[in-house]
């Protein structure tokens, strides 16, 4: 039986080449939320455990990407605060990415320029692609965490859902015990307070 891959080892083409001739590769499963410190950490509670898949193209080093290139989808149901009415929020956050992985941070990043040129020319409904290099320290606990943060909003909020009221809006008719204040400070004084 092949074993299990590693999700916390440093990924490299060398290292994911041998990983998939092992018959590690494809890889999918479940991760406990709570794993992910970062992501737990900005948001309110996780619901469900990370779901993830990572695999070679099928398509294999070709003409078009002559590097081997890796995708990762992942999948958790979590709540965040709402911005709006500051109750819990449910959201899915999903992602599907590429990459490819280089020898060098140098040959990384000019594949990253190359890729940046062509964007204009690119498909904007492609999924990213990513180049990543040794330097990078990245591991596949890493890179599903780092995902799933890239699809979390900014400012989470219902569809539909009513602002807190505050204070002020509260308040209506009763009186405000400061409300004539301004008055007497600018009425003279009689009797014996007087200066």
Request: aromatic share 6%; proline share 8%; with cysteine.
């Amino acid at each position: 039986m092949a074993a299990k891959f590693d999700l916390d080892s440093l990924l490299t083409a060398s290292a994911l080449e041998r990983a998939l001739s092992d018959g590690q590769l494809p890889a999918s499963g479940e991760i406990s939320a709570a794993e992910f410190t970062r992501l737990i950490a900005s948001c309110y509670r996780a619901q469900d455990p990370v779901q993830w898949a990572f695999g070679p193209d099928a398509s294999g080093p070709g003409p078009g990407h002559p590097r081997r290139r890796w995708w990762l989808a992942a999948r958790v149901r979590l709540a965040c605060i709402c911005e709006r009415c500051l109750e819990p929020v449910a959201l899915v956050l999903e992602s599907r990415r590429g990459f490819e992985f280089f020898e060098s941070a140098a040959l990384a990043d000019a594949r990253t320029e190359q890729m940046t040129a062509e964007d204009e020319a690119r498909d904007p409904d492609l999924p990213v692609v990513d180049f990543l290099a040794p330097e990078d320290s990245a591991s596949l606990r890493g890179l599903i965490e780092d995902e799933l943060l890239l699809e979390l909003p900014m400012a989470p909020k219902h569809a539909d859902c009513q602002a807190p009221l505050t204070v002020e809006s509260n308040v209506g008719d009763r009186t405000r015990p400061f409300a004539g204040l301004a008055e007497l400070l600018h009425k003279p004084l009689k009797g014996k307070n007087a200066l």
